[in-house]
Nanobody, 111 residues
Framework: QVQVVESGGGLVQPGGSLRLSCAAF????????VGWYRQAPGKQREWVAT???????NYADSTKGRFTISRDNAANTAHLQIDSLKPDDTAAYYC?????WGQGTQVTVSS
């Protein structure tokens, strides 16, 4: 059974940084692409970034330049580094691997 677990969210001031993690269990992680999504209150879930099994990355236009997705296959983990955080980045962030969603990790940007 596949399990996906996100972590690393929290309350941060505008301009700050966070590093989110996504750990996947029960799969050959290195064979799968990983997607990060986010959902703000009252809004639809939106795609943020993807990293393929080969390490190719893609980003939504709204996140280019501030978000960096990476993966550590040895640790079965993917990361999302978010810099220069803005209040509009406030959302629950979700990881998607092997057709499985995690439970999400909350990011709140506020002074």
């Amino acid at each position: 059974q596949v399990q996906v677990v996100e972590s690393g969210g929290g309350l941060v001031q505008p301009g700050g940084s966070l590093r989110l993690s996504c750990a996947a269990f029960g799969i050959a992680f290195r064979r799968y692409g990983v997607g990060w999504y986010r959902q703000a209150p009252g809004k639809q879930r939106e795609w943020v970034a993807t990293i393929t099994s080969g390490g190719t990355t893609n980003y939504a236009d709204s996140t280019k330049g501030r978000f960096t997705i990476s993966r550590d296959n040895a640790a079965n983990t993917a990361h999302l580094q978010i810099d220069s955080l803005k209040p509009d980045d406030t959302a629950a962030y979700y990881c998607h691997v092997a057709n499985t969603w995690g439970q999400g990790t909350q990011v709140t940007v506020s002074s």
